[in-house]
């Protein structure tokens, strides 16, 4: 049974920072790839970051291109957004998410976390 909890939300001003995390367990996740959605009120859950348990390979929505760093512990089973320059139009419940087919691009995610409220207050 794969467990993703996700933790690190908050209220941030504009122009602040936030990192959250993700705790996985369950599974052996060295093949699979890891993700960070977010869905804002009234609006479709949108895809954020995805990178690799294995490798190098990251991948970013243009909307945070610049400003969201993802990164991961392997030794912890824990995934991270380091989120910087936050704006308001992120505000949203994060969720962490795991595509056990190890897409980073497209990732298709097969487990979800609970998610993780971020307010950004302009």
């Known amino acids: 049974q794969v467990q993703l909890v996700e933790s690190g939300g908050g209220l941030v001003q504009a122009g602040g920072s936030l990192r959250l995390s993700c705790a996985a367990s369950?599974?052996?996740?060295?093949?699979?790839?890891m993700g960070w959605f977010r869905q804002a009120p009234g609006k479709e859950r949108e895809f954020v970051a995805a990178?690799?348990?294995?490798?190098?390979?990251?991948d970013y929505a243009d909307s945070v291109k610049g400003r969201f760093n993802i990164s991961r512990d392997n030794a912890k089973n824990t995934i991270y957004l380091q989120m910087n320059s936050l704006k308001p139009e992120d505000t949203a419940v994060y969720y962490c998410a795991s595509d056990s087919s190890g897409r980073v691009a497209g990732i298709n995610p097969d487990y979800w976390g609970q998610g993780t409220q971020v307010t950004v207050s302009s």
């Open positions: 990178i690799r348990w294995s490798g190098v390979r990251t």
């Open positions: 369950g599974r052996t996740f060295s093949s699979y790839a």
